[in-house]
T-cell receptor, first 116, second 113 residues
Framework: GAVVSQHPSWVICKSGTSVKIECRSL??????MFWYRQFPKQSLMLMAT?????????EQGVEKDKFLINHASLTLSTLTVTSAHPEDSSFYIC????????????FGPGTRLTVT | AQTVTQSQPEMSVQEAETVTLSCTYD???????LFWYKQPPSRQMILVIR??????QNATENRFSVNFQKAAKSFSLKISDSQLGDAAMYFC??????????FGAGTILRVKS
């Protein structure tokens, strides 16, 4: 149980285009989802927290207009990187919290974004 | 704000031997959870072990155990009988009353055959 999927696992896009990453909780209802960014050999950096049906809360320094987060249902959150640039290339990880287990986050497998 | 410190950027262990990864944290909260996550080369985050602060007994999961010292705010991970598959980056994390997980910088564990 408690499986989180991400799609796509790997995406290459051209500079100036937008790309959408999906995060789904497959066997539980995720009232809260989190989006992280991770550079090689570094820790996870929280970008934003989203609650189903409400606007995401972004961490300081994260551009809201560049990283659009939508959490429209209890099983799906999306991260859209708008007008992507090479510096947006990174590994993006989502996690989800089960309604009944507030202390634990379940992580997706991550998405590697390369902007050329 | 809470902080988590992992002071060992890299560690090495011989296969079948024991290694301990260090973690300290800072908080003013009395109720919280501590976690160790493993991130292998696939980069999938895997929960290794969880400790509730109110429990005095140290958590154990097969070859993985923790030494939780609440007063010292220390939470080390011991891996016994190390295996090649244990090679990964290990993150210590804190969860208090807030929404967020606070992660340490991570420790890269190398296992030598």
């Amino acid at each position: 149980g408690a499986v989180v999927s991400q799609h796509p696992s790997w995406v290459i896009c051209k500079s100036g285009t937008s790309v959408k990453i999906e995060c789904r909780s497959l066997d539980f209802q995720a009232t809260t989802m989190f989006w992280y960014r991770q550079f090689p050999k570094q820790s996870l950096m929280l970008m934003a927290t989203s609650n189903e049906g409400s606007k995401a809360t972004y961490e300081q320094g994260v551009e809201k207009d560049k990283f659009l987060i939508n959490h429209a249902s209890l099983t799906l959150s999306t991260l859209t990187v708008t007008s992507a640039h090479p510096e947006d290339s990174s590994f993006y990880i989502c996690s989800a919290r089960d309604r009944g287990r507030w202390y634990e986050q379940y992580f997706g497998p991550g998405t590697r974004l390369t902007v050329t | 704000a809470q902080t988590v410190t992992q002071s060992q950027p890299e560690m090495s262990v011989q296969e079948a031997e024991t290694v301990t990864l260090s973690c300290t944290y800072d908080t003013s909260e009395s109720d919280y959870y501590l976690f160790w996550y493993k991130q292998p080369p696939s980069r999938q985050m895997i929960l290794v072990i969880r400790q509730e602060a109110y429990k005095q007994q140290n958590a154990t999961e097969n070859r993985f155990s923790v030494n939780f010292q609440k007063a010292a705010k220390s939470f080390s991970l011991k891996i016994s009988d190390s295996q090649l598959g244990d090679a990964a980056m290990y993150f210590c994390a804190y969860k208090g009353n807030g929404n967020k997980l606070v992660f340490g910088a991570g420790t890269i564990l190398r296992v030598k055959s």
